[in-house]
C-alpha cells in the first residue's frame, strides 16, 4: 500500500541477488527435472553467449506438464538471502517503493511480491492451459524490457529515475543501473560492479540500508 509520501523507489533483482549464489529458474528446473541444462544456459549468458530468449525457450520446454499448483508449493521452499522482510520495511518506512524488476518468471515475481510485499513485479510469462504449463513461453523479457518496466513504474508513481535506485548482480541489471540515480551492487559480477555506484557484499539484504539511507538523504 502507498502512503502517498513516496520520495523514490528500489528495484530489486531476484536471481543472484534476493536467491543467492543461483537463480530461481535452476531451482525449479532442478524439481523439474533439467536443472543442468539450466545451468548451462544461464551460464552461458552470463558470458553473453547466450541471449534471454535462448535460455527462456530452453528452461520454458522443461516445465511441459507441470501445474501450477507444484510450482507454487514448490517456492515456499525457494532459497533466500536474509533480511527481505525487514529491507520491504525499512524502504516503505522511509518513502521508498520496493519492487521487484527481475527476469525470473512471473510465478516467482508473483510469489515474492505477495509474500514479502513489494509493490509489483516484472518477468516473463509462461504459457499454461488448464493449469498446467504447455513448455512455451508466452511472453518474452529481457534485460531492457526489465528497465523500461522499472522506468514506467517511476513514471507511474510520479517519480524522476534520479531518485530511485537498483539493487542486483549481474548482466541483466546493467541497463537498470545506468538509468537510476542509484545503483548497488549486491554480491555481484565484476561487470556489474564496474557499471554501479556502491557495492555490498553479504548474505543479509538490510546491509545495503545504509547506501540507500544516503539516497533517502539526498532527495528529501
Not at 531451482?27 to 544456459?41: I, K, P, Q, S
Not at 529515475?161 to 540515480?181: H, I, K, N, Q, T
Request: net charge negative.
Amino acid at each position: 500500500m502507498l502512503t502517498g509520501n513516496q520520495v523514490g523507489a528500489v528495484f530489486f533483482d531476484i536471481d543472484g541477488t534476493l536467491v543467492p549464489r543461483t537463480s530461481s529458474s535452476a531451482f525449479l528446473a532442478g524439481f523439474l527435472g533439467h536443472g543442468a541444462e539450466v545451468t548451462r544456459a544461464e551460464d552461458a549468458y552470463a558470458v553473453g553467449d547466450l541471449d534471454n530468449r535462448q535460455v527462456s525457450e530452453l528452461d520454458a520446454a522443461g516445465w511441459a506438464g507441470a501445474s501450477e499448483k507444484q510450482v507454487a508449493d514448490r517456492l515456499d521452499g525457494l532459497p533466500l538471502v536474509s533480511g527481505i522482510a525487514e529491507t520491504v520495511a525499512w524502504c516503505r518506512g522511509n518513502g521508498l517503493v520496493p519492487v521487484l524488476a527481475t527476469l525470473a518468471w512471473s510465478p516467482v515475481g508473483s510469489h515474492l511480491a505477495d509474500r514479502f510485499g513489494f509493490h509489483a513485479y516484472s518477468g516473463p510469462r509462461l504459457e499454461t492451459d488448464e493449469g498446467r504449463y504447455t513448455g512455451r513461453v508466452a511472453r518474452h523479457f529481457d534485460e531492457y524490457d526489465k528497465r523500461d518496466f522499472a522506468l514506467a513504474q517511476a513514471r507511474s508513481l510520479g517519480l524522476d529515475p534520479r531518485a530511485c535506485g537498483a539493487v542486483g548482480d549481474s548482466r541483466s541489471d546493467l541497463p537498470l543501473f545506468g538509468s537510476v540515480g542509484l545503483s548497488v551492487a549486491f554480491n555481484a559480477s565484476e561487470g556489474a560492479r564496474a557499471a554501479a555506484t556502491a557495492t555490498v557484499d553479504s548474505d543479509d539484504l538490510r546491509d545495503v540500508l545504509p547506501v540507500l539511507g544516503r539516497m533517502v538523504a539526498a532527495v528529501r
